[in-house]
Nanobody
Framework: QVQLEESGGDSVQPGGSLKLSCAVSGYTDTDYCLAWFRQAPGKEREGVAALHAGAGSAYYADSVKERFTLSRDNVKNTMFLQMNSLVPEDTATYYC?????????????????????WGRGTQVTVSS
């Protein structure tokens, strides 16, 4: 059974940084794409970034490029989302999600329905 658990959410001031973690269990190999989504109050859940567990480049939403960075630790089966230069618009609940795939693709990594497994989310609040 695949399980995802996010951690690392917190309240920070604008310009601050946070590092989110997504611990993954239940996969027998690394053939899955992991994405981070976020949902602010009253808004739809949107894709933030994605990275394949095995290999390949990361994808980022335009709103977070140059500020957020994905990385993975396959020994610990964990993916990380380093978030720098945070702004109030980054305030949201952040979710990680996975889908079986040989790669994350640039034209569909952000499509929510394609993901099979979701974590419960971690709250990020950016406020002065």
């Amino acid at each position: 059974q695949v399980q995802l658990e996010e951690s690392g959410g917190d309240s920070v001031q604008p310009g601050g940084s946070l590092k989110l973690s997504c611990a993954v269990s239940g996969y027998t190999d690394t053939d899955y794409c992991l994405a981070w989504f976020r949902q602010a109050p009253g808004k739809e859940r949107e894709g933030v970034a994605a990275l394949h567990a095995g290999a390949g480049s990361a994808y980022y939403a335009d709103s977070v490029k140059e500020r957020f960075t994905l990385s993975r630790d396959n020994v610990k089966n964990t993916m990380f989302l380093q978030m720098n230069s945070l702004v109030p618009e980054d305030t949201a609940t952040y979710y990680c999600a996975t889908k079986l795939a040989l790669a994350c693709w640039g034209d569909d990594w952000f499509q929510r329905p394609r993901y099979d497994h979701w974590g419960r989310g971690t709250q990020v609040t950016v406020s002065s």
